[in-house]
């Protein structure tokens, strides 16, 4: 155990930060950032969500700036991509799986730390969710990007919400360590569906207006 982590929910958090890394990498290397770009992006990727749970946990420091091997698992997920070429073919097929497999874990650990605190299911939701999208979040900011999460593209943070919510009702069974395994592959199944499928939530709607003779009217 390291902290109040369990082992098991520690690797799965690594995993999350390798690939929320990798993905930062990723788009350093689409700007053609230098190596301190790749190492800045990348980091901020890797590490940006589970220190944003961690900060609003309020339960000490955030363990990236703890244990050391969230940071170096962070760099070398931007040695990864700055060494490797993640473009092509080749790259477009593994990268729907980089991204499942980060936001799941992600979801997961940041719902079962949630519950490990003491907080009730709402805030450990909301939690896991924002572990799961935070560091892509940063991620956009520092391009000048929009956020993806935001609309136009496939289902994500429903994706890890619904994981999240997986990790709820298999803590409140008893079923800690299956239920991590668990949210973790259904958050990461449903993105990768969601991708497939092009599921997508709908964009805002005016209900201030309606159809009159065949064409729309304010009311």
């Known amino acids: 155990m390291h902290g109040s982590l369990p082992e098991l929910l520690r690797w799965l958090d690594l995993a999350g930060v390798?690939?929320?890394?990798?993905?930062?990498?990723?788009?350093?290397?689409r700007y053609r950032f230098d190596p301190i770009g790749f190492a800045v992006l990348a980091t901020v990727s890797g590490l940006g969500g589970g220190m944003i749970r961690d900060v609003l946990l309020q339960h000490g420091t955030p363990i990236a700036?703890?244990?050391n091997a969230?940071?170096?698992?962070?760099?070398?997920?931007?040695?990864?991509?700055?060494?490797?070429?993640?473009?092509?073919?080749?790259?477009?097929?593994?990268?729907?799986?980089?991204d499942a497999l980060a936001l799941g874990c992600w979801a997961a650990v940041g719902?079962?730390?949630?519950?490990?605190?003491?907080?009730?299911?709402?805030?450990?939701?909301?939690?896991g969710t924002v572990a799961a999208v935070g560091g892509g979040i940063i991620r956009d900011l520092c391009v000048g990007n929009v956020p993806t999460i935001f609309g136009g593209n496939t289902l994500y943070a429903t994706c890890a919400l619904v994981a999240s919510g997986v990790m709820v009702v298999m803590?409140?069974?008893?079923?800690?360590?299956?239920?991590?395994?668990?949210?973790t592959?259904?958050?990461?199944?449903l993105c990768l569906m969601a991708r497939w499928r092009g599921w997508m939530l709908p964009e805002?709607?005016?209900l201030g207006s309606r159809r009159?003779?065949?064409?729309?009217?304010?009311?």
């Open 212 to 219: 009159v003779g065949g064409r729309r009217r304010g009311s």
């Open 18 to 29: 390798f690939a929320n890394a990798v993905l930062g990498g990723a788009l350093a290397r």
């Open 111 to 127: 719902t079962q730390k949630a519950l490990l605190f003491g907080l009730d299911w709402l805030p450990a939701l909301f939690l």
């Open 171 to 183: 803590k409140d069974a008893g079923l800690t360590t299956a239920g991590s395994l668990l949210a």
């Open 185 to 189: 592959a259904v958050g990461a199944l």
């Open 204 to 206: 805002g709607v005016d």
């Open 70 to 98: 969230y940071l170096l698992t962070a760099l070398a997920g931007a040695g990864f991509a700055y060494l490797v070429a993640t473009e092509g073919s080749a790259w477009h097929s593994v990268f729907p799986f980089v």
């Open 65 to 67: 700036l703890t244990d």
